[in-house]
């Protein structure tokens, strides 16, 4: 189809489906929503994070409704000038349309980079043109020895099973078909001078102060944000040594850290594709991780035996995990068992101990990458995590 400019459309007689939007029902939302989701699964809008434009939810369904009148006006207009046997040219190709909006983060006021990132809100890809997948390049990826999933299985599978509990497969080897990215090459003795695991050695004389139960599970915060604490606690890790100036922010940021966690780790995700779910899970890794790592510096400051239990109690990780469709392709296989192998290491952190260093690496090197998946970690807030992975 021919691409027409607003203007010509702006003739064309206009009904319900393609009028301003006000008054917008709940009905009318979920119809929107669904189309959202339409939109994300024949990636149409993968790089809509790169356009945002908008700082509310209110601007964001305003947005979406001016672009769905226009689709359905230009839907209309086509059905209008249809030849008498019903052909179209195929030739005319619909345009990648771009909208979004920028979420500003409460903490990231604080930080020296930009205080706004990308954030999207599409899910998994079905089969499209090749001239329209966004992923198309990924044919060209060695195989990852990934198993094809299950044709036609109508069930939900629940992230988090027995078969995950004893931790082995955060343990297991990574054979260099399982590693993209090269992972063996870092498996060895150094591993522990990895910035995504290193930990610093605390100076003679450091005396941690305690940490202060009673803020830990206070519910002050508004619009808490991990972030900030996250981004500090990387900067005292990758410190060869820990002074008591250093002890006593980390004990700081990670009191804070972990009130947030507590908070947001009670959530579940709004949607139930493999993408989001790696988001919930990403997000609680990274940070029990940065929490485990203070525990295995400030020992018994972190007053373990009296909130750990109340703190992993609330971790849901068991989220359900819905299969991929038959047109799926093979990012949502890979979003799926990625899922499975951060649960599987966060039942080793509830334990107060950190996984195999081996798969702490794989996870992060994974989760900020830019080689496989399309989730909220590719934004440009995880950049300094991307930079100490090499991952640019």
């Excluded at 509990?165 to 399982?178: C, D, I, N, T």
């Excluded at 599987?344 to 702490?360: S, T």
């Amino acid at each position: 189809m021919p691409l027409r400019s607003r203007e010509w459309l702006s003739g064309v007689t206009n009904r319900r489906l393609s009028q301003g939007g006000e008054g917008i029902d709940e009905d009318e939302l979920s119809v929107i929503e669904g189309c959202l989701d339409l939109e994300a699964d024949m990636g149409v809008l993968k790089d809509r994070a790169t356009s945002g434009s908008t700082n509310d939810s209110s601007d964001r369904v305003t947005e979406l409704v001016s672009m769905l009148s226009e689709a359905a006006a230009a839907k209309e207009s086509v059905e209008e000038r249809l030849p008498v046997g019903g052909e179209v040219d195929s030739s005319g190709q619909w345009l990648e349309g771009r909208t979004g909006f920028e979420y500003e983060d409460s903490d990231m006021r604080f930080l020296p980079t930009s205080s706004k990132q990308a954030f999207v809100e599409n899910g998994e890809f079905t089969d499209v043109t090749p001239a329209l997948d966004p992923d198309s390049w990924m044919d060209t990826i060695p195989s990852i020895n990934i198993p094809p999933a299950d044709q036609g299985i109508k069930e939900v599978i629940w992230v988090g099973g027995d078969e995950q509990k004893s931790g082995q497969a955060a343990a297991s080897p990574l054979s260099s078909r399982e590693s993209p990215f090269g992972l063996r090459d870092l498996l060895g003795p150094d591993i522990k001078n990895h910035p995504y695991v290193r930990l610093p050695v605390v100076e003679e004389g450091v005396v941690p102060r305690r940490l202060r139960i009673a803020v830990l599970f206070a519910r002050k915060q508004i619009r808490p944000s991990p972030h900030f604490c996250l981004l500090t606690l990387k900067n005292i890790y990758a410190q060869k040594t820990l002074d008591q100036k250093r002890a006593d922010i980390l004990v700081n940021a990670v009191e804070r850290l972990i009130s947030i966690t507590w908070i947001q780790s009670q959530r579940t995700p709004r949607r139930t594709a493999p993408r989001y779910i790696v988001e919930a899970l990403g997000n609680r890794f990274v940070a029990i991780d940065a929490i485990v790592c203070a525990i295995e510096l400030v020992g018994e400051h972190m007053e373990l035996p009296l909130w750990w239990g109340k703190f992993t109690a609330s971790f849901k990780t068991n989220f359900p995990l819905r299969p991929p469709g038959s047109r799926g392709g093979e990012l949502p296989q890979l979003h799926r068992n990625l899922a499975k192998r951060l649960v599987a290491a966060m039942d080793i952190y509830k334990q107060g101990r950190r996984p195999p260093l081996g798969e702490v690496y794989a996870l992060k090197k994974l989760l900020f990458g830019p080689e496989l998946g399309r989730h909220s970690f590719k934004e440009r807030k995880w950049d300094p995590w991307r930079r100490d992975g090499e991952c640019d």
